[in-house]
């Protein structure tokens, strides 16, 4: 089978991720908060690193528990910092810590992540290729960076679009590729 030209056929992780999850529509708020912490770890770095170590900020970050992660205090950052298992890089460990309290603020205003986002997407899903930003990750990013949200840039919100399945992005080449131009759900 013929796959994206990003996906790593040498990693069986990542082949499961690309045909089993990417692009695939997933708006459960706990799977969308899981995916903005990943991403925002992915700033800089390949989503390849970020996914191999999953499993370890799944049980680093307390199987991602939002309101576990909000009262992260400072001995908790400071066991983060010396787990070698996950990434260790302070300022995106705060982050997620100040992250999380924004987007659970979000859903306290909108009822869920979901309705956030969908103030956004109209409930369309957005099919295109070869791209690493468009309109749509611009309004986003800007808006949660507005809020305060750090590592949140429009690049790794295209990607988490693509994570979540806003964007299907799929090459051609694939054999996942669909072609439609914009699809409600």
Known sequence: MIRCKWCNLKNELYVKYHDEEWCKLNLDDKYLFEMLLLESFQAGLSWE?????????????DNFDIDK???????KIQELLENKNIIRNKLKIRATINNSKIFKNI???Y????NYLKTFTKDTI????????????????????KRGMKFVGSTII???LQAIGIIYSHDKECFLYKQENSYPF
Request: charged residues 25%.
């Open 49 to 61: 690193c970020v996914l191999n170590k999953r499993e370890s900020f799944r049980k680093a970050f």
């Open 111 to 114: 009822g869920s992540f979901h």
């Open 126 to 145: 957005i099919y295109e290729i070869g791209k690493t930003t468009n309109e749509l990750s611009d309004a986003i990013s800007n808006d949660l960076q």
């Open 107 to 109: 859903q306290n205003e």
């Open 69 to 75: 992660i909000c009262n992260y205090d400072d001995g």
């Open 158 to 160: 295209y990607s988490y």
